[in-house]
């Protein structure tokens, strides 16, 4: 056993040790202690576009320069915009969930899955506010096809079922839809010669130089029928962009009017009953049981105005693409695949399921009805005084300056289709018809000047609703401008039936000439149309036999 002194000298060498044992353990924990988990990266946050106030300084315009919206009530008057159950949340909820969707109903779940990698990346946040051009290009990938190369020059691209999708010969350019319809595009002596299909198109020159800017004049003919308009062009980016310039404007009474709640909701009968157009698209589209003001009026109008330009192009199409068929049938050597007619559809990215335009995609076209209400009022000038146009009012003075075209601007995201567009999205083509409704996306374009968009309704045939295609910033400028046209030709018919039929009386409907009003129509339009088709007639037939004996 131990003696006490020795017990004590054990006890005091421990403490020692204790205490030189301790900075070192701390030591050595201090340096294998483990990493903290790094934290989470924030989600992007859904980005939505401006939910419309509850009123309007009598200052505010809408511009590209302003990108705002138009609120709930008129700039410069009071009083709440009609149908707030209706426009109020379901418009909104359409224009500031377009980035998720078109509807609010498909975006969503289409969002997350079609496309690459880099589209699932974007789909969660970035799509209120646009995203960026990488989003277009996950959707804008190559369809199947060949090319060719001509004999004497040029090439022509053609489908797998042996449909030819386009051609570039002598400095035309020629575009096949998958419906049948044909687009043809060239340049004679300066003037731009567009043909849409049999008997239509426009032929575009240039016209006057006004204050630094510069406009051209457009001599559109529809079934032998002519009338001008005149645009405004401006650079972006590398590319140049027409804007539609009123010919004239209205009051800015009659455009409140408009824009405004009227006394009480008004029933109004179409006479569309016996139309062939709309027992064609009647499970796709209803007119408004009542209209509480002129701009859901106004919004039925664009959409019935559409339809019915739908319903004939497509007319015109089934006949030329039988008549195409008959002579330029692929010759009985070319491969089976190719020997079979092209029935205007896709099977692949056709809608089989039901389609309708829902209440909710009609309040969106209501509010950029109300939009473009709101800035042509604020571009209306008082009588004696020249107004600018509506595009234009917040724009600056230097034509040198590059403007954001409308068809970017981030307020701006609901379009209504005007023509046939063949689309593709993910290497899958369809088609976008008159009438369809398409929100945009992302807000740069890609290399090949494409945005990504998602259809918000569509018609059978054409691109399933909810899907992702990418469009040209061209064509959907095209679709602003004839938006505004048809805007104003529905304010003229307004202007008309104002004080009947159940309509309320309006104010002052007399009009005042714009700064550059349009020329008379070209006399030689409709006969360079005619030409430019019997031109293309021939190219076509001379592509089908090179590109068909040079085989698969």
């Not at 701006?412 to 689309?423: E, I, K, N, Q």
């Not at 993910?426 to 945005?451: F, H, M, W, Y």
């Amino acid at each position: 056993m131990n003696s006490p002194s020795t017990s004590k000298e054990i006890l005091r060498k421990s403490f020692l040790l204790l205490l030189l044992a301790g900075p070192m353990v701390a030591m050595s924990a201090a340096q294998e202690k483990p990493k903290a988990a790094p934290a989470p990266k924030p989600s992007a946050p859904h980005v939505s576009a401006a939910r419309p106030s509850n009123s309007r300084p009598a200052t505010t315009t809408h511009s590209s320069a302003a990108g705002a919206r138009p609120g709930n009530t008129r700039p410069g008057t009071t009083g709440t915009t009609p149908g707030r159950t209706e426009t109020g949340k379901t418009g909104t909820a359409v224009t500031g969930k377009s980035g998720t969707g078109a509807t609010g109903r498909n975006g969503n779940t289409s969002m997350g899955r079609p496309g690459t990698s880099a589209t699932n990346k974007m789909g969660g946040g970035n799509m209120g506010r646009g995203g960026n051009g990488g989003m277009a290009k996950g959707v804008n990938r190559p369809v199947p096809g060949r090319q060719v190369s001509l004999r004497g020059g040029g090439t022509a691209n053609i489908r797998p079922n042996g449909q030819i999708r386009s051609i570039n010969r002598n400095g035309m350019h020629i575009e096949h839809g998958l419906n049948g319809s044909r687009r043809i595009e060239s340049t004679h002596n300066g003037a731009r010669i567009v043909t849409t299909g049999r008997n239509s198109g426009y032929v575009q020159r240039a016209y006057v130089t006004r204050g630094g800017r510069t406009y051209v004049s457009r001599t559109v003919v529809v079934n032998h029928v002519t009338y001008t308009h005149v645009y405004r062009s401006y650079p972006y980016h590398g590319h140049y962009y027409y804007g539609y310039h009123p010919g004239y404007y209205y009051r800015p009474a009659y455009y409140g009017w408009a824009y405004n709640p009227w006394p009480a909701p008004v029933y109004y009968g179409w006479g569309w009953g016996g139309a062939p157009w709309y027992g064609y698209y009647g499970g796709y589209f209803a007119p408004y049981p009542v209209y509480p003001s002129a701009a859901f009026w106004l919004t039925d109008y664009l959409i019935a105005a559409n339809l019915q330009a739908a319903y004939q192009a497509q007319a015109a199409a089934n006949a030329a693409a039988a008549e195409a068929a008959a002579v330029n049938a692929p010759p009985s050597n070319a491969p089976p695949e190719q020997q079979q007619p092209n029935d205007g559809n896709n099977a692949q990215a056709a809608n089989s399921g039901t389609v309708t335009l829902t209440p909710e995609v009609k309040a969106a076209i209501a509010e950029e009805v109300k939009a473009q209400l709101a800035a042509q009022q604020a571009a209306a000038q008082p009588a004696g005084a020249q107004p600018v146009s509506a595009s234009s009012a917040a724009q600056p003075a230097a034509a040198s300056s590059e403007e954001v075209p409308a068809a970017l601007d981030p307020a701006r995201r609901t379009f209504v289709v005007a023509s046939d567009l063949a689309v593709s999205g993910d290497g899958q083509e369809c088609q976008l018809s008159a009438g369809d409704v398409i929100t945009r996306l992302s807000d740069t374009p890609d290399d090949d000047n494409k945005v990504n968009v998602s259809v918000s309704a569509s018609k059978k045939s054409d691109c399933a609703a909810g899907k992702q295609v990418a469009v040209t910033v061209d064509d959907l400028q095209e679709m602003h401008n004839h938006f505004q046209e048809q805007l104003d030709n529905g304010m003229k018919d307004l202007a008309s039936k104002q004080g009947t039929s159940g309509l309320p009386k309006a104010p002052d409907t007399t009009t005042v000439a714009s700064d550059v009003p349009p020329p008379p129509p070209d006399a030689n339009a409709e006969k360079a149309l005619q030409d430019q088709q019997a031109q293309a007639d021939q190219t076509e037939a001379q592509v089908v036999k090179e590109a068909f004996s040079q085989g698969s």
